[in-house]
């Protein structure tokens, strides 16, 4: 090859490499002042639930009679801590549940049938618990399907006291097992960026509003215990992550 | 520069709170100016009541006014200090600028001359309680009615004339005169129980501060009352045996008349307490029995009251006895006593009969087999939770310091 030659094709090479030599210069320094930070989501530690729903304890006939369907609601709070995370499956939490419920209903008069205003009687139940928790979040966090399932399982402390108006009748304490499972509808999808927003400036990685269904043996496993537990309950809410 | 400007509005907003203090404080006290030492006696308020209403009985009986004031640093323990006190006007300001200690209005005022009625020595500390006779402030007529003013001054040292005192300096006080005593209630209804059995009236007009509720332990209940569901008002109690009850035997005012029923152990003062068991008329009644309180509601509108029966002596299950009602306005004149209702004793049950029926001999054995026991959190059922939340505590605690000493 002459020199010539080597300087035509020099100049032909120069004149092929120059837009992918020099066009991510160039972008590189475009990006300095165009591009978007990506999105660097904060540690998830905790999770905690506002929780309504319904409970009727396992004191039939008597419940019944005394509190007619009286549902409640119970109200409860949950905060669950994230112990480690399940590559691909989920996060494995401990948490404690704090609750409370009132039931009332019409007492009666033991000597005459007729005396219907003779005050009220009423119950209430403060349950406890403390759970183990899985919550199975692969589907949202891998394939964006924003469905949340979660199984929770413990040991349940209930504290009752029941009386008529003025006059404490009963209190006591009641222990079992507590089981629950959890489907929760992740609100990120709806709209992404102010989910974003609401990690970046608040700490809340996820909110979730969910369903569960739950059971206890409060006072069923043996003991002179009454039995305030539940074959069946539900309860829904908000969940948050943080 | 965003940095500045958030500093800006930091700083802002700090002024701003602390003028808004300022201002607050500045509207709750009084301030006075300087009189003879030239040292500034501090600020006062007034505790606790602007309005205080006298009754016609309070008035002839010059029950004092207690006045609660506060004063504010720099007060001096021992500062020779003295409060004056001003009569009249109809306003809520003294209407004049006057002179420490005497009737004679500022130099250079054109107001009325000043009505100096009252004095008396600050006795050291920020506290101080003054009682002042309501004679000595509106004379001894006492079917006034309506409002008056006196307002209250603290003065520095003595011999001191030359400062006035200025119509802002004051803390002023509204005398409500109410002579009239309230209506009785009416429509006395009441509900069966045992340990919560409610009491309700109506209530005619008028500024009341409290109820109270008195059962004849020593009567009975007329008409059909007892046989109806507790709601019916027992209106022949003024001819039952034994009672001395008679609406409008009770004098408005009136506690030292021994000859009525409600007086001598009545309660004077709406601030009073319950009193249950305390016999109201002490040997005043034809049947030798007496009233006995067993309720007192406070409130502005004090229509309804619980009475626990199992607190009333000899009230025994399926008993039941004649109740009455007296108010008392804000003035604390007392109503007659209302006509009688029929309070009714008897055994209530709720859940925790109907749980227990069947399954123990009674309530108590019912009771004891659930209260607590192996499920405290003291017993041997809490042992196996406890245990499991111990656990669950400390492998928490474990991870945390491993977390932190990897």
Redesign the interface.
Known sequence: MNSSSFVSFAAALAAVLSPVLVSPVSAQVGSEWTSIHEFEPSPERFTAELRIGTYRPN?EP??T???GGDLGPMLSLELD?H?FRIPYVGVLA?GGSFGWIEWT?A??????D??????T???SLIPIA?LAVLRVDVLARELDFPLILSGKI????GYFQ??????L???????GLRWAVQAGLELDFLEQRAANRLDQEWGINHSVVFFELYGSTM?QM?????PLGTDLAWVAGLQVTF | MTKTVTNFIALSAALASLSLAVTAQAQMTANFRTYGDRAAPGTMSNLYFTTWPVSAAECAANTLIPVQISMAPPVVVGTNLFFDVWAGGTGATLSVDCKPGTNRRAVGSTAAVCTHVWAGPRQGGVMQLLEIPPQSLFGSDCSMSGDRWFHIMLVGATGDTSADIAAANVVNVRVVFDGTAPSAPTNVST??????I?VTWTLASDQYSSARVYVDPTGTCGGGSTTD???TVDTGVSTDAGTDVDAGDMDAGDVSDAGDVADAGAPSDAGEGADAGVDVDAGGGSGGGGLVQVAVVEGTSPSSA?I?GSTIEGFD??DSLPVYVVVYDTARNVSTMSEAGCIRR??????????C?GRYDS?EE??A?????????GGR??A??LA??SL?LL??VA?RVKKRNP
């Open positions: 004191l008597a419940f009679e005394a509190f801590v112990l401990v209903g007492a009666t008069s033991a000597a005459a007729d005396d219907t205003n003779v005050g009687t009423g119950m403390v413990g040991p349940d402390v029941t009386g008529v108006t003025g006059r009748d009963a209190d006591g304490w009641s222990v006072g043996g003991g002179n215990m009454l | 509900s069966a129980g045992d340990t919560s409610e569901s507790g709601t619980i626990n299950t399926g008897v055994e209530v049950d709720g859940f925790w009969s109907t749980y029926e309530l019912c009771r087999a659930y209260s607590g026991c192996s499920a405290s959190p059922g809490s196996a939770p499991g939340l669950l492998g928490l991870r």
